[in-house]
Each structure stands twice: as structure tokens, then as C-alpha cells.
């Protein structure tokens, strides 16, 4: 379903300078690494490993934020079993930050400070795999789910009004990231639009999940967001965000991965 009754502006990193280089060792395809112009040698930057998403869109993050930020895009194709699959390989998870660190020392001179997660749709898989390996979960500074976070239906594909329940432990690794930043140890921020795939639990639903699990609450809001999204609920609490948006088609679903650039500065609060 298409619809014009929101702006949907596009971001495109094409205008954007800066060192592109692509790691073809790590995974089935390459790592798309992108060093902003602003970056020089001996800096310190934070480096942003994005799961799911157009590289010319994720580099935008570096380039209009204006921070010292590394951006790593990987994608590994449809469906988040695709992305956490690869990462619950046996020492994939460290091969991935150890090569991605080693050729910013060697070839750029450049060091990593604060180390953030970001993915958008089906890339959630590969969170969950980060969070479920406790020497990343520790290394990680701050996760973003862009309209990404889902699990099954108990039974299988009984919706809640049919009286279904959340398969949790699907949820539990980001359930376990949100305490830590309730609690200001962490940053987690989690955007989703309206859409109800129907087979399987909505962003909303999950959304709900972590959200009753913490004690908390939706403040109902009608504020604007990035490229021209509608906010319509927040929930906030020491470092976790989850902010929710009108819309259930499918440019309010990419709406929240060119939001990144917005979205992405919470995470350095």
C-alpha cells in the first residue's frame, strides 16, 4: 500500500565526503565501512555497526550529524534469521569488531571509543544475537531498533485478541539491554510505525512487551519527527526510548531508517 498523506522525505549520502571502503572477509557480502571527511588520523571516533539498510542512507547518520561517528553497514539479505544466524556462528561476532577496529588502527589511524548498534527491519535478528553473547552485550554502548523488533505467537500464529501470547524468549535478550538502560548503564531506543503483519507480532506488540515487563507507560503525544513523521506515543525512562508513529505502510516502515540520522543522537545524550 502506498500513501502521500505524510511527507516521506529521502536522505542520500551521495553529497557527503569521506573514505568508503568495503570489508569482503567478515560475512557472505561485504561490510560497507564509510570514514566521514571530518574524521582525520589520531581521532577518536564511535563506531556504528547498522544491520539492514542502503549504505547511501546510513552514512547520512555520520555526514549530517556532524560527529565523530564510523558507520559499518551490513547486509545479509531478507528475513532476520539471515542476520542473527551468521552471528551465532562460533567467533563470528569477534572476527566482525576485530577486523573492522583493525583496519581503522592500521590503514587510518584512527581509534574506537563508544561502540553502537543500530538496524532496521529484519536486521534486528543480528541484535538479538549481540545481546545473547554476553562479551558484546557488555562491549555495546547503545542499541537502535528502527520499526524492527518481532517474535512468534503462542500458540503458533494465535493473535492476542484470539487469546495468544508473546513468545518471550525471543524478547528476553533486549528485555535484559532495556533494564540495563533504564538503569543508565545502557542506551536503547526502539521506533516503530502502526503496521500488523498479522502472522506474527507487530513492533507495537513488542513495544507493548517491554514495556509492561519494565513498569512502564505510552504518554500519548502528536509531535513531529524526522522526515516528516507523525510521533504519537513516547515512553522514556533513564536511558530506553520507545517512541511510536502513526502509519502502517510501506514508505512509514523505510520512513524510520532515513529517520536515522535523527533518531541515532539519542543514543550520545
Not at 518471550?168 to 503496521?195: C, E, M, W, Y
Request: aromatic letters at 10%; proline letters at 4%.
Amino acid at each position: 500500500m502506498e500513501e502521500h498523506i505524510r511527507a516521506h522525505k529521502r536522505v542520500d549520502s551521495s553529497v557527503c565526503k569521506g573514505i568508503r571502503y568495503k570489508l569482503e572477509d567478515v560475512f557472505s557480502t561485504p561490510i560497507e565501512v564509510y570514514i566521514p571527511n571530518h574524521l582525520t588520523k589520531n581521532d577518536t571516533a564511535t563506531l556504528v555497526f547498522h544491520f539492514h539498510g542502503n549504505s547511501k542512507v546510513t552514512e547520512w547518520a555520520a555526514c549530517d550529524a556532524k560527529k565523530n561517528y564510523v558507520v559499518a553497514t551490513v547486509n545479509l539479505g531478507s528475513g532476520s534469521s539471515k542476520y542473527e544466524k551468521p552471528l551465532l556462528v562460533e567467533g563470528a561476532i569477534d572476527n566482525m569488531f576485530h577486523r573492522t577496529l583493525e583496519v581503522l588502527a592500521k590503514e587510518y589511524e584512527i581509534s574506537v571509543g563508544n561502540l553502537l548498534i543500530t538496524s532496521f527491519s529484519a536486521g534486528y535478528g543480528a541484535v538479538r544475537a549481540l545481546l545473547n553473547n554476553p562479551a558484546s552485550f557488555e562491549k555495546i554502548d547503545g542499541v537502535l531498533l528502527l520499526d524492527g523488533l518481532h517474535t512468534d505467537y503462542v500458540p503458533d500464529k494465535q493473535l492476542l485478541s484470539q487469546g495468544g501470547k508473546l513468545n518471550g524468549d525471543k524478547l528476553q535478550p533486549f528485555l535484559n539491554f532495556a533494564r540495563k538502560a533504564v538503569s543508565g548503564d545502557k542506551k536503547f531506543v526502539f521506533t516503530h510505525s502502526s503496521i500488523f503483519p498479522g502472522t506474527y507480532a507487530s513492533t507495537t506488540e513488542c513495544a507493548d512487551y517491554l514495556i509492561n515487563e519494565l513498569g512502564l507507560k505510552r504518554v500519548p503525544v502528536l509531535e513531529k519527527g524526522p522526515v516528516g513523521m507523525q510521533r504519537v506515543g513516547n515512553t522514556q525512562q533513564g536511558g530506553f526510548y520507545i517512541m511510536a508513529f502513526a502509519g502502517n505502510t510501506a514508505p512509514d516502515h523505510i520512513d524510520h531508517l532515513h529517520g536515522l540520522s535523527g533518531f541515532i543522537q539519542l543514543l550520545d545524550k
